[in-house]
């Protein structure tokens, strides 16, 4: 299921320093995803023509995708979910989105 890991969905960080942290994802790419407030670095910039001094940046990295998990509303690890449409009437272009849900609690 971790393959299944779309941008905007809250997760939980399973393994490493941020251990138990959750947050929206912001972007995936292959194998990587980046969560919002974990695994937060500094990259110091140098000065250009624009900004006269240097500065440190605090930014989130990349971390990998096994490391995460999908959580429900409270922040419990789903273990299986299922992915079901919302109630909202679908338009004459768009779909309705999807949602996904724990399967024991069946809690959107």
Do not use: F
Not at 15 to 43: A, H, M
Request: charged residues 35%; positive net charge; proline residues 3%.
């Amino acid at each position: 299921m971790t393959k299944r890991i779309k941008k905007g969905e809250q997760v939980l960080v399973i393994t490493g320093n941020d251990r138990g942290k959750i947050g929206p994802v912001l972007s995936r790419s292959e194998d990587r995803v980046i969560v919002q407030g974990v695994n937060v670095r500094k990259k110091h910039l140098k000065r250009t023509q624009e900004s006269q001094g240097g500065r440190v940046v605090e930014m989130e990295m990349p971390i990998h995708i096994s490391n995460v998990a999908l959580c429900d509303k409270e922040g419990n690890r789903m273990k299986r979910g299922s992915a079901s449409k919302q109630a909202e009437v679908e338009t004459s272009k768009k779909k309705a989105p999807i949602q996904r849900a724990a399967k024991k609690v069946k809690d959107v």
